[in-house]
């Protein structure tokens, strides 16, 4: 983010953070939402904080972009029967947000929770094949608090690795299988047809393995075991 919003103010650019699963965590003791001109969070259920139904946030420092954003998410309109502008339905639910006040008091319990969990991973697993997330912090990052909503390692042979994790019992995901420029959704666009061989790369790498608040010490001990016994031959 400091490197992001350098190259946005050098060049009078707005930056548009996607929080969606950065629930607390920071970097440069700065937390994520507070970066950009607008970050948007997810309360989806699975997510960090989650609600029990879907629900979000947008966060900003701008009180213009606040007056703009409460007329849209409510049918572009800040006084009733009047609409100034085109908008959408978009209200955070009251029981949802009331569940959600209940469960920002754990957020914080929770994400050491899922550090504990995350810190045992990187000290512990070690396999070749496997790459383990970046280190807390280089050169420009100087406090780096992760949110550890996903543990995302890489490797060359990820669909062998996942299926030996699945075969001793460990669950993985892919987040996400299918990168955004090759989504039905966007045939139609020019970069579709585009090759962004980073991007690909990435894709077909990745795997999350098991992270949440409710995992035991002895659950993270068998996903390191499991991991450090994965071998490309066998
Ligand atoms: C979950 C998620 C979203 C979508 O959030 P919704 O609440 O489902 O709209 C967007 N971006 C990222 C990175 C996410 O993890």
Redesign the pocket.
């Known amino acids: 983010m400091p490197v992001i919003t350098a190259i946005a103010k050098k060049h009078n650019l707005l930056v548009l953070e996607?929080?969606?699963?950065?629930h607390g965590a920071q970097t440069n003791n700065k937390k994520a939402g507070n970066w950009g001109d607008a970050s948007?969070?997810?309360?989806?259920p699975?997510?960090n904080l989650g609600a029990l139904g879907?629900?979000?946030a947008i966060t900003t420092n701008d009180p213009d972009l606040v007056e703009v954003l409460k007329a849209l998410r409510n049918y572009g309109s800040h006084e009733k029967y009047k609409n100034i502008m085109l908008g959408v339905n978009s209200r955070l639910d009251e029981i949802q947000a009331a569940m959600l006040g209940v469960k920002l008091k754990h957020l914080d319990k929770e994400a050491q929770a899922r550090k504990k969990i995350a810190d045992a991973y990187m000290r512990s697993i070690r396999n070749s094949h496997i790459s383990l997330p970046l280190p807390y912090e280089t050169d420009v990052l100087t406090f780096t608090e992760h949110a550890w909503?996903l543990f995302v390692v890489r490797s060359a042979h990820r669909d062998k690795l996942q299926q030996h994790l699945a075969e001793n019992g460990v669950q993985t995901l892919i987040?996400y299988p299918i990168p955004p420029h090759q989504q039905e959704a966007y045939k139609n666009y020019d970069f579709s047809s585009r090759s962004f061989p980073v991007t690909e790369l990435i894709h077909n790498e990745i795997l999350s393995l098991p992270i949440s608040p409710v995992m035991t010490h002895e659950q993270a001990m068998k996903v390191i075991e499991v991991c450090n016994s994965f071998s490309v031959s066998g």
């Open positions: 996607d929080s969606a699963q950065a948007g969070f997810s309360f989806y699975g997510k879907d629900a979000g909503h987040h």
